[in-house]
């Protein structure tokens, strides 16, 4: 076969196979489309945490900064090194903020603040120093007190605890699906301000999932002396930030739920 020849059967050749290999990819949701989205607030990753009846009398819960800290000690891997980057999230905090003040839509815990104190205590001397000047009567009002601290930390963060894969080749035309899982673990522990005393602690673990799929074809041409072969692949991660979501409000329904098992807190009744 002369070069141009050859050259002509290849071209159309290339797309009718990259097209027939691509195809299931894109038919099952493989290659997601790019699509401009507009940005949209993250809701509750766990439904029932923000669908539990309200609580007769709003326990008052203080998260400081730092009050759920990465114990992991994990670094970012591209596979063959670790990186500088931490694994997770350095700050899980605001996910438990989330998860409290969202518990029964806001109707179960009085979270105050403590992660921007400095900035709340200033901003409160300055408005005081102002009343007392020009409007003596006026008075700031004092802080709502904390009955009781939420801490914690995000445990461990363990790569490739399972892995697998499996795949089919016939007459030139393959495909395989590999995946792997990684297990967050995260620990929470209500506090007792006025004794020191942990009322609450809960442990628990969610499962990051990766997967990974390719389709190739390979043919033999011009009487088997040339080989043309094509490609495709994608793959899909879990966020780690969702899944450390995840555990946290997990771990708050469970908190919920000891609490009212233990007459800390109750559901208000309902008619």
Request: with cysteine; aromatic share 6%; proline share 3%.
């Amino acid at each position: 076969m002369k070069t141009g020849t050859l050259q002509q059967f290849l071209y159309p050749l290339l797309v009718l196979l990259s097209s027939c290999a691509s195809k299931n990819l894109l038919e099952g949701g493989g290659v997601p489309s790019v699509v401009i989205q507009n940005s949209s607030i993250l809701e509750l990753q766990l439904e029932e945490l923000q669908n539990l009846p309200p609580a007769k009398q709003q326990p008052v819960i203080a998260v400081y900064n730092n009050s759920l800290q990465d114990l992991t000690g994990q670094r970012k891997s591209n596979g063959q090194f670790a990186l500088f980057s931490t694994a997770i999230t350095q700050a899980p905090e605001a996910f438990l903020i989330r998860a409290l003040k969202h518990t029964s839509s806001g109707n179960f815990f009085k979270v105050v603040e403590r992660v921007g104190l400095d900035s709340l205590t200033k901003e409160r001397q300055l408005i005081r120093s102002t009343r007392e000047t020009f409007d003596e009567e006026s008075r700031v009002k004092p802080l709502l007190l904390a009955g009781l601290l939420m801490q914690g930390g995000v445990l461990s963060y363990d790569v490739n605890t399972k892995s697998g894969g499996s795949g089919a080749r016939y007459l030139g035309i393959g495909s395989s699906k590999q995946y792997r899982e990684d297990s967050v673990s995260v620990s929470l522990r209500v506090v007792s301000v006025s004794t020191g005393e942990i009322l609450i602690e809960v442990l628990t673990s969610k499962t990051v999932l990766s997967v990974g799929l390719s389709q190739d074809v390979f043919r033999f041409i011009d009487e088997g002396s040339r080989l043309i072969e094509v490609e495709g692949g994608v793959s899909e991660n879990e966020s780690t930030s969702i899944v450390i979501q995840k555990a946290i409000e997990r771990g708050v329904l469970e908190i919920v739920k000891i609490g009212i098992e233990r007459g800390y807190w109750e559901y208000e009744k309902t008619s």
